[in-house]
């Protein structure tokens, strides 16, 4: 009965946080140097789906479809995905301090990409380098903790150090035999963090592995719940503590490895949203997913929102996040002197 009555409860905080983010993601199309009014935008996106008359500019088409509308989507998927593995991490470690660059996803994607631009390869190249490599590095780091501490978590997490460190490492061998005047400058932006060459191949090529680790986070979502409560509960109500774990971070994992593939590393955001949506909606996992997921959408939308149009010069994603998002999480720590749960 306490359980149904505090659903019902966050229902409405729910779908508030669903109808902000629907306000941001339509106004983003307003916002840009090529002005264009709400009601060409809309005529724009109703045209995708079914037939009307053209009453706009094929310039204001292009702008539409492909140039603000796969920004805006990337920017909602990365946002929610790097918010939702931020919550899951931080649910299973029991620890408000993790973030999803724990396991050296971050470190094995900027390796990746660096690695592919000096080779010269395609963008696309580029960005599944860093997909593999952020794979690759935290298939290593639970190897080391199968090997070394069984299922210890303290062992997965010094394994995430030690592999993240070594990447950051080979990064910087990478940046170091890169040319200065051509791919040091690209590496550099890339791992600064940003969406503007974002196309929509690139939407599609994260949709699926994001999607699906979302849907799967979803589906084992009382278990987490349980596995929050402590072991030994979770033991007795018959759930296989070690097999949820590496669901929860096989999930997490492939959705920031995707995410970062194509925004380059954007720090703060997976571990501020999930305190955020906390203080909001509880530590209710059932209800912290959903609400990490719209509360990361809308404000990585809103950040890139910022970074696109407040100077002349794109301001890159990683840069505002750590500005916006360092002081935020000292006034968040100061809302929560009582603890974390």
Not at 156 to 171: K, P, R
Not at 215 to 234: C, K, P, S
Not at 236 to 248: C, D, E, F
């Amino acid at each position: 009965m306490l359980k149904s009555e505090r659903l019902r409860g966050a229902s409405p905080k729910i779908l508030l946080l669903f109808l902000l983010l629907v306000i941001i993601f339509f106004s983003s199309f307003l916002l840009g140097r090529y002005s264009i009014t709400p009601d060409k935008v809309l005529s724009i996106l109703i045209s995708r789906i079914i037939s009307i008359p053209k009453s706009w500019t094929d310039t204001m088409e292009t702008v539409v479809l492909q140039v603000r509308f796969p920004r805006i989507l990337a920017a909602l998927l990365v946002g929610g995905a790097l918010s939702v593995s931020g919550a899951a991490y931080q649910s299973i470690f029991k620890n408000p301090l993790v973030s999803p660059a724990i396991l050296g996803v971050s470190a094995g994607a900027g390796f990746g990409a660096a690695l592919g631009m000096i080779m010269h390869l395609p963008w696309i190249a580029v960005q599944v380098m860093a997909f593999l490599f952020a794979l690759l590095a935290v298939a290593i780091s639970f190897l080391i903790s199968k090997i070394f501490g069984g299922s210890s978590m303290i062992v997965l997490v010094l394994g995430g150090m030690v592999i993240s460190a070594l990447f950051q490492a080979l990064l910087s061998v990478a940046k170091y035999l890169a040319d200065p005047l051509d791919t040091l400058p690209a590496i550099t932006f890339w791992l600064m963090g940003g969406l503007s060459k974002v196309s929509n191949s690139d939407v599609l090529f994260v949709l699926f592995p994001i999607t699906i680790s979302i849907a799967g986070l979803y589906l084992i979502r009382w278990q987490v719940n349980v596995l929050t409560v402590g072991e030994e509960e979770a033991v007795a109500l018959g759930v296989n503590i070690n097999r949820i774990r590496l669901l929860v971070v096989i999930c997490a994992t492939l959705m920031t490895a995707a995410a970062v593939s194509i925004s380059g590393i954007i720090g703060w955001v997976g571990l501020l949203v999930p305190h955020m949506a906390r203080m909001i909606i509880g530590p209710n996992f059932q209800l912290l997913l959903p609400a990490s997921l719209l509360m990361g959408s809308g404000y990585l939308l809103l950040v890139d929102n910022i970074g696109r149009n407040a100077s002349s010069v794109e301001i890159p994603l990683g840069i505002l996040t750590a500005l916006i998002g360092a002081p935020f999480f000292v006034f968040l720590l100061s809302k929560v002197r009582k603890g974390w749960s």
